[in-house]
């Protein structure tokens, strides 16, 4: 008989390709997660795994294994999700990701509002860049992520929540009119500072500023905003900046910005989670704590 503990040690395996990674991921000592997987290859009479001395092969049956391990765990997460909250809104554990572009910025408003609503939530929050949530919220790690849409595929479900405006930082300088309407098409590349590779938000401003040939653009990359922003007042450069950011960003007065012509950039912002999932209500519910957050009446 296949046991839900052998579906999720192969699933671990399969993610980390290394027993001894694996074991760790799942809490249990090495031997006792190559048992397991053992037992699970003798009961459906094939092989999953090539061990190899530094490193482990699944086998094509153990590929196509590994996928149906990894929707059976979904599923049973959500069997239980639904058990424990049936009824109840926002009780108990939920486990958000959130891309690093919104996190320090939106976190601050959302959360004093979300816990005096409802108190009985746990909230876990990861934060990491979208590609690495939406493998997650799949897996069944996350319960729901909140980055920029669109995200996923016919698996997930979004709602939208707002609308981010992108503005233009550059260097303050005496003659610069703040009035001034930028097009993006005009932005030279060698200057546009971005976060580095994986970042959505510099895939965002890449995609915005249409005119960037590859052999134009900046070859600087930051792993945060923060960066951008300071080489931006030494005046290195200019970056598109989220408006929601701007308020905790932009504490110099070297710096200034500028909107852009109409119809101006900007992200859609929204939270995802699985079709699958039980616990809509409890996503919509934090999506109408986040846009009453937002609201400026409130």
Not at 247 to 254: C, K, S
Request: glycine share 6%; proline share 6%.
């Amino acid at each position: 008989m296949i046991t839900l503990r052998q579906l999720r040690y192969f699933e671990a395996l399969a993610r980390h390709r290394h027993f001894g990674r694996a074991a760790e991921a799942v809490a249990v000592s090495q031997p006792a997660l190559s048992m397991q997987i053992k037992e699970l290859e003798t009961t459906l009479g094939i092989a999953l795994v090539e061990r190899r001395p530094n490193a482990v092969r699944l086998t094509a049956e153990g590929e196509e294994i590994a996928r149906r391990a990894s929707r059976i765990l979904s599923e049973t997460r959500d069997l239980i999700d639904y058990g424990r909250h049936a009824g109840e809104v926002l009780t108990g554990t939920l486990r958000l990701g959130i891309i690093p572009s919104i996190a320090p910025y939106l976190l601050p408003r959302i959360l004093p509002a979300l816990t005096r609503t409802y108190p009985n939530v746990d909230l876990r929050i990861r934060e990491t860049l979208t590609e690495a949530l939406v493998a997650e919220l799949k897996q069944g790690d996350l319960d729901v992520i909140l980055a920029a849409l669109p995200v996923g595929g016919p698996d997930l479900e979004t709602r939208l929540l707002f609308a981010d405006r992108f503005l233009l930082a550059v260097r303050a300088t005496p003659e610069l009119d703040e009035r001034q309407r930028v097009d993006p098409a005009s932005i030279d590349g060698g200057s546009l500072l971005l976060l580095e590779e994986g970042h959505c938000l510099r895939d965002q401003a890449l995609n915005y500023c249409e005119g960037l040939r590859p052999s134009t653009r900046s070859t600087f990359g930051a792993t945060s905003l923060s960066t951008v922003m300071q080489m931006v007042a030494a005046g290195y450069g200019v970056t598109l900046l989220p408006e929601i950011c701007a308020p905790l960003e932009v504490r110099d007065d070297r710096v200034a910005l500028l909107r852009f012509t109409e119809p101006q950039p900007r992200r859609s912002v929204g939270l995802a989670w699985r079709r699958s999932s039980p616990r809509k209500q409890d996503f919509l519910a934090l999506g109408d704590c986040v846009t009453a957050a937002l609201d400026p009446a409130n």
